[in-house]
């Protein structure tokens, strides 16, 4: 199990070692912080046998389960694993903290920067959470960091609220703006590779069109306003957008198929490994010197679930 270390304002979180085991002995000490789990954690042998259970734990890189520090001190847990409750695919958070450190909102720090490692570090495109109907504490908690209510059922054996984190389009790109020579020239480019990977057309004006894909748009303008005539990619300035492009062989297809909707290949010599042994991508300049790179999933990129 591998978790990087996540650090907060006032916390550090950390992967869990067997040296944690006795304080994790000490946060489960008062019955209530295990009184909505199945297992009695306040009986020390209890939860030793969780903690191991949990330093077992072989899930997805970067997902497993992280001590609380804070000054040092060990006083909660958390983690982020594929849910056994309801599918491998989807992966559920969970927090504990001693209730000597209750209150201060602590928990909520510690649980914000797990889901932020979720949807920056590991692209995660949802986070789940299984409250307990009673559970108030925690009800609010989820609250606080902006989970959907989407249901409830029966859970890790009592009734549950199913709640869900969604990343935000805070601090992602708004949108592109590239100034071309040639709206048509540029549509025809553009246009047809975006489609292909999903984009949808989003606006389109007199001298501009834009498409979109989640929270981002990218925009082709022949600005009344523009200065010159060619975009010169070796000039300060853009050199190249690189969109994710699927698994090898489509961006292999899709490399051949630009040559009919206005790209050329670069670097042709050295396709499809230009940019390093393991790195697999087509890199394309159309009429007017813009340059795209269709980047490959990774194989070694390893996926929950
Ligand atoms: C769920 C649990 C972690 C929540 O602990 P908590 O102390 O309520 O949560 P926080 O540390 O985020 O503190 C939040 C409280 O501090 C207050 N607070 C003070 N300063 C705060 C700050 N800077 N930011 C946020 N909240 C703050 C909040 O108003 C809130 O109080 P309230 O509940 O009266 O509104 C804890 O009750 C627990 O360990 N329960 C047992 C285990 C469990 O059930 N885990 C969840 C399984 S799904």
């Given at each position: 199990m591998t978790v990087p270390d996540l650090r907060t304002a006032r916390l550090r979180l950390r992967g869990l070692e067997p040296t944690d085991t006795e304080a994790i002995v000490r946060v489960f000490a008062d019955p209530d912080t295990s009184r909505f789990l199945a297992a009695d954690l306040s009986d020390p042998d209890q939860c030793r046998a969780s903690v191991e259970r949990r330093l077992a734990y072989t899930g997805p890189d970067g997902t497993g389960h992280w001590v609380v520090e804070r000054d040092g001190v060990v006083i909660g847990l958390a983690h982020l694993r594929p849910s056994a409750e309801l599918s491998g695919d989807l992966v559920e958070i969970g927090y504990f903290l001693d209730p000597a450190h209750g209150g201060q909102g602590l928990a909520t720090e510690a649980a914000a920067a797990l889901l932020r490692h979720a949807f920056t570090a590991l692209g995660l495109p949802a986070v789940w959470a299984l409250v307990h109907e009673s559970n108030v504490a925690s009800r609010k908690l989820v609250r606080r960091l902006g989970f959907t209510d989407v249901g409830g059922g029966e859970?890790?054996?009592?009734?549950?609220?199913?709640?869900?984190?969604?990343?935000?389009?805070?601090?992602?790109?708004?949108?592109?703006e590239l100034w071309v020579p040639d709206l048509a020239r540029a549509e025809e480019s553009f246009g047809w590779l975006l489609t292909e990977?999903?984009?949808?057309?989003?606006?389109?004006?007199?001298?501009?069109?834009?498409?979109?894909?989640?929270?981002?748009?990218?925009?082709?303008?022949?600005?009344?306003?523009?200065?010159?005539?060619?975009?010169?990619?070796?000039?300060?300035?853009?050199?190249?957008?690189?969109?994710?492009?699927?698994?090898?062989?489509?961006?292999?297809?899709?490399?051949?198929?630009?040559?009919a909707h206005g790209w050329r290949p670069l670097f042709a010599d050295r396709y499809p490994?230009?940019?390093?042994?393991?790195?697999?991508?087509a890199y394309l300049e159309n009429a007017d010197g813009f340059e795209i790179e269709l980047v490959a999933e990774s194989p070694r990129v390893t996926r929950p679930g």
């Open positions: 859970h890790y054996g009592g009734p549950h609220r199913v709640l869900v984190a969604l990343p935000t389009a805070l601090g992602q790109w708004h949108h592109v990977l999903g984009w949808q057309e989003h606006q389109r004006r007199r001298d501009g069109v834009s498409w979109k894909l989640g929270v981002g748009y990218l925009v082709v303008q022949q600005s009344p306003a523009l200065t010159g005539a060619t975009h010169d990619r070796r000039a300060p300035g853009l050199n190249h957008l690189a969109l994710h492009a699927g698994p090898p062989e489509r961006v292999d297809q899709l490399a051949d198929a630009a040559l490994h230009t940019g390093g042994p393991d790195h697999h991508a």
